[in-house]
């Protein structure tokens, strides 16, 4: 998630447990150990590489005792803060680990398990960002800071609580819909994923693969059974096109095998991270690798604004559209145009290319 929601949620662990001894300063080492493992941006740039290798070591449980007495330092140096400090390491410790825990539960894939393992547990229960959650945070953090009672920051604490196990309903019931919704098309998915959509939880992006397709459908799912408004399928790119160098096996690995070419450029192969989307239900990717002739490949920047209307994606968000169907009336009829939508090969030139998106930097 965003750096200011880990900070938050770290402030809001260390004013509940650490309010009392350090009345002043509990929540500022409960933001820096909250913010502290996203420090990896700082080292790694924009670069492609820097994408791939985001939310690696210093996401890592290995590591996150390291990280907590980093944290700790300035109030190590200075005597008179040196008080309750194992308190205050444990507290700088469960700051780290809540954004451990809350990068695991979004879509972009985090490196816990570093170094023993390079597996990505991405649980895709919440958005990567979501502004109503993190201001709702901040409203409590400042209760608790400004009237100095740390029930606000417990109040928080179960917010969050609140917040991650309904995510994890959410995205039990979505994708218990995908499963349906392929059995119904009479598919036989080979693997799928449901994310949530930007700042919300009740509508997701489903998109699964099978043998021969990529197939991305909207669902909304509120306290009535969820609807699903179809989408796009594209044909799945063969096997022996994907790029066989060691940063597009890394890049292959990294989008969980979803990735779709995306036209050339100067005859260098362009290849989109298809697990994000501007378009919901279609695919207009955010961003992707540029492979040279000559094997070099670097991070490029793919679609910045909607190809379509703002008061589209509002319907679909809000649920005026006549697009969402009961999942017993998704028939095996036809999808949305096959193919990628227009604007596909609107692909920026390359010194553009190292611009942030947002979905693929968040923290
Ligand atoms: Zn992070």
Not at 137 to 145: H, K, T
Not at 220 to 238: D, I, L, Y
Not at 254 to 283: C, E, H, K, M, N
Not at 309 to 318: A, K, P, R
Request: with cysteine; aromatic share 10%; charged share 15%.
């Amino acid at each position: 998630m965003d750096p200011i929601t880990h900070a938050v949620v770290g402030g809001l662990i260390a004013q509940a447990l650490l309010g009392r001894q350090w009345p002043r300063s509990a929540w500022v080492l409960g933001a820096l150990a909250g913010m502290s493992p996203d420090l990896d941006i700082f080292f790694t740039g924009h670069s492609l590489i820097a994408s791939l290798f985001h939310r690696g070591p210093t996401h890592s449980i290995a590591l996150l005792p390291v990280m907590a007495g980093l944290c700790l330092l300035p109030w190590l140096l200075r005597a008179a803060t040196r008080t309750h400090l194992w308190r205050a390491y444990g507290v700088a410790m469960l700051g780290v680990a809540s954004h451990l825990f809350i990068d695991t539960c979004t879509s972009f894939g985090t490196m816990v398990y570093w170094p023993f393992s390079p597996t990505r547990v991405a649980l895709d229960w919440v958005p990567i960002v979501d502004p109503i959650f993190t201001l709702s945070l901040i409203g409590l953090l400042c209760a608790a800071l400004w009237r100095k009672q740390l029930r606000w920051a417990g109040v928080g604490l179960a917010v969050c609580a609140l917040y991650f196990s309904l995510g994890a309903i959410q995205h039990e019931r979505v994708m218990t819909s995908q499963t349906a919704l392929a059995a119904t098309r009479g598919e036989v998915r080979e693997h799928g994923r449901v994310t949530p959509t930007f700042g919300n939880m009740w509508v997701w992006r489903s998109l699964y693969r099978t043998q021969d397709d990529l197939v991305a459908d909207a669902v909304r799912a509120t306290w009535s059974a969820p609807q699903v408004a179809e989408g796009t399928r594209v044909p799945r790119p063969a096997a022996s096109t994907y790029p066989t160098t060691a940063t597009g096996a890394l890049f292959l690995k990294f989008t969980d095998g979803f990735v779709l070419p995306y036209g050339t450029q100067d005859g260098a192969q362009i290849w989109a991270d298809a697990r994000y989307s501007l378009d919901t239900r279609g695919f207009v990717p955010l961003w992707g690798m540029r492979m040279d002739v000559d094997g070099r490949a670097q991070r490029i920047t793919l679609a910045s604004r909607l190809g379509h209307s703002l008061w589209e994606t509002w319907c679909l968000q809000f649920g005026t559209t006549q697009a969402y169907r009961p999942l017993t009336e998704c028939l095996s009829g036809p999808l949305g145009p096959a193919g990628v939508p227009s604007g596909h090969h609107n692909i920026p030139s390359p010194h553009n290319s190292h611009s942030d998106t947002g979905a693929a930097h968040s923290g």
